[in-house]
């Protein structure tokens, strides 16, 4: 099988993941902050070097507010229930993931608060103004997408974070396809609340996931339960991470994670990223050379920014029959909605998805050519 679902999960794995998962395991299989015994202490001190870590690679500067969730769905909704409050409002873009859509639909449903989606224009400037325009006296924060998962348009961030702060609320950056691809200083940026998956660009285990606390606004529970600290009170801690982490912490994902971001930061998000785009770019092209094929990524467009992931569809075919084609003669992509129907919406494949290709630091400029191949040989049937 020759991957190219990168966006979804990266695979392979470095080698070194592999093993600190499995050491973990084996040398300290107790729970840290629970005992005083060598595998518990063990068992702490690995975790902590994996926040200091996760700090460095994102110049967080207090490890203490490197959070470990599940996923990147898990940390979105954290933040965003922790910060909503009856009658408020939250403003998101229009190429929103489920993982914040669904979750502000839920405070709706529940009466608790409202949402807008801010249309993303052909350019920066059009998004910020679309993001203006949707404040109201009682917004109480902006959600928003570091790069589309179906289209891989990247979004302003830093702009966004400034515009938030104007109307004295927080950002919240949903960086599940920007972290370990595009480099970033949450004590430069401005962002305020930063949610990654450890399992795509951190290279870690699925079941992982970081939630970057760069802000002093306190965040409501969606959580409690045991800390390993203050356990005769019988209200949750408020220091972090404490106050946000409940229950057993999954040590040999988190260990795994650790490993993940070092094998980042070792060859540098700069370096990743290149090496992506250069075989992105060469896919963009080939397919925007085919009769019949349908190309969404324009990464010619000197006015928009993307991460390497290319979105595609074949006139007359669905884009899981597509997919599904593919998937026959060994080809790995996904195909569908992709979890984000707003952003479908907004570029009108609502009915028939994308078919979606992206590549990861161990993907060979070979497996690029033997999947344009195999993908012309697709659209060149259909046309028959």
């Not at 917004?139 to 997408?145: G, N, P, Q, R």
Request: a neutral charge.
């Amino acid at each position: 099988m020759t991957y190219f679902d990168n966006a979804a999960t990266t695979y392979p794995k470095p080698h070194a993941v592999l093993w600190e998962m499995q050491k973990a395991m084996i040398r300290y299989g107790a729970n840290p902050g629970r005992g005083g015994h060598e595998m518990a202490l063990a068992a702490a001190k690995a975790v902590y070097a994996a926040r200091a870590a996760l700090s460095d690679l994102f110049d967080l500067g207090a490890p203490e507010r490197v959070i470990f969730t599940q996923n990147c769905t898990q940390a979105l909704n954290m933040v965003i229930k922790g910060l909503a409050r009856p009658g408020g409002h939250f403003i998101c873009s229009n190429l929103e993931h489920n993982a914040v859509a669904r979750p502000l639909e839920a405070l709706r449903r529940r009466g608790v608060c409202n949402w807008d989606a801010a249309a993303v224009g052909g350019s920066d400037t059009e998004t910020l103004s679309a993001f203006d325009a949707c404040f109201r006296p009682e917004t109480v924060a902006v959600v928003c997408t570091g790069a589309s998962n179906v289209f891989g348009r990247v979004l302003p961030l830093e702009q966004l974070a400034q515009l938030a702060h104007s109307h004295g609320v927080p950002l919240v950056a949903d960086l599940a396809q920007t972290a370990g691809l595009l480099p970033v200083s949450l004590q430069k940026s401005g962002i305020d609340f930063a949610c990654c998956p450890g399992h795509k660009g951190l290279y870690g285990p699925m079941g992982t996931g970081v939630l970057l606390c760069n802000s002093d606004a306190r965040l409501e529970t969606l959580l409690e339960g045991g800390t390993g600290t203050l356990s005769m009170q019988l209200v949750q801690p408020e220091a972090y991470p404490e106050r946000l982490e409940s229950g057993t912490l999954n040590v040999p994902g988190i260990a795994g994670l650790a490993a993940g971001a070092a094998f980042v930061r070792r060859l540098g998000p700069e370096t990743i990223f290149a090496h992506e785009m250069r075989l992105a770019k060469e896919i963009a092209d080939g397919l925007s050379e085919m009769p019949r094929v349908r190309l969404y990524t324009d990464f010619h467009n000197r006015a928009q920014r993307f991460v390497p992931l290319v979105s595609f569809n074949i006139a007359g075919m669905h884009s899981e029959e597509v997919g599904a084609a593919l998937a026959s003669h060994g080809f790995a992509v996904r195909a569908g909605l992709h979890c984000a129907p707003l952003a479908h919406r907004a570029y009108g494949t609502l009915d028939t998805g994308t078919v979606r290709v992206c590549p990861s630091v161990f993907s060979a400029e070979k497996d690029v050519k033997s999947l344009l191949n195999c993908i012309f040989q697709i659209a060149k049937r259909q046309g028959v």
